[in-house]
């Protein structure tokens, strides 16, 4: 059963301040996507990476997607309230549809 | 272009009640695949659908059930409902079944009482 844990759970941090989400497995993946969800909203798309040692950039967020494609990090440079959400990773195990989500990093940014 | 929608957007329902929760995917989308998201977690993959075939399953039990019309437009039927099934059930669709980008829905929220 492919897993993707993510690490924090939960972040709390002053505007300003810059912070890193990883997401980790032990299988490979083809893809890893971001999701951020705001409450009482579904999960909006912010990135897909898929080669190995890939990086995005999506203005002040920088994506890497692992060399080996197992893990992926989420790096916020000075952090806004605007960010504040609950930040998801998935992938889809070998070519379906499907997709695997992490539990979760839920971000609050104080101004 | 209108994104995914569903319906309704809340539902309270009572122990062994039966419960259809809808979904409408973009224009265009033949896919459509419906995810359970329990308080504090991340989504967790019911079925995929598409052209109207499953496509996928996850590990749910046999009260959950789907299906999908030719509209591409989707049902997810829950019955014998539990306490356990109190989740913001989320939909979402994509141009066809593998490695697309999804696209969810705002969900529908199931508080079972």
């Known amino acids: 059963t492919q897993l993707l844990e993510q690490s924090p759970q939960f972040l709390s941090i002053q505007e300003g301040e810059n912070l890193t989400v990883y997401c980790n497995s032990s299988s490979v993946f083809s893809s890893l996507q971001w999701y951020r969800q705001e409450p009482g909203e579904g999960p909006v798309l912010l990135v897909t990476v898929v080669t190995g040692g890939e990086v995005k950039k999506l203005k002040r967020l920088t994506f890497q997607f692992g060399d080996a494609r197992k893990d992926s990090s989420l790096h916020i440079t000075a952090a806004q309230p605007g960010d504040t959400g609950l930040y998801l990773c998935a992938g889809p195990p070998s070519n379906t549809g499907k997709l695997i989500f992490g539990q979760g990093t839920t971000l609050q940014v104080k101004p | 272009d209108a994104g995914v929608t569903q319906s309704p957007t809340h539902l309270i329902k009572t122990r062994g009640q039966q419960v259809t929760l809808r979904c409408s995917p973009i224009s265009g989308h033949k896919s459509v695949s419906w995810y359970q998201q329990v308080l504090g977690q991340g989504p967790q993959f019911i079925f995929q659908?598409?052209?109207?075939?499953?496509?996928g399953r996850g590990n749910f039990p046999d009260r959950f059930s789907a299906r999908q019309f030719p509209n591409y437009s989707s049902e997810l039927n829950v019955n014998a409902l539990l306490l356990g099934d109190s989740a913001l059930y989320l939909c979402?669709?994509?141009?066809?079944?593998?490695?697309?980008?999804?696209?969810f829905g705002d969900g529908t929220r199931l508080s079972i009482l």
């Open positions: 659908y598409y052209e109207k075939e499953e496509r």
């Open positions: 979402a669709s994509s141009r066809v079944a593998s490695n697309q980008p999804q696209h």
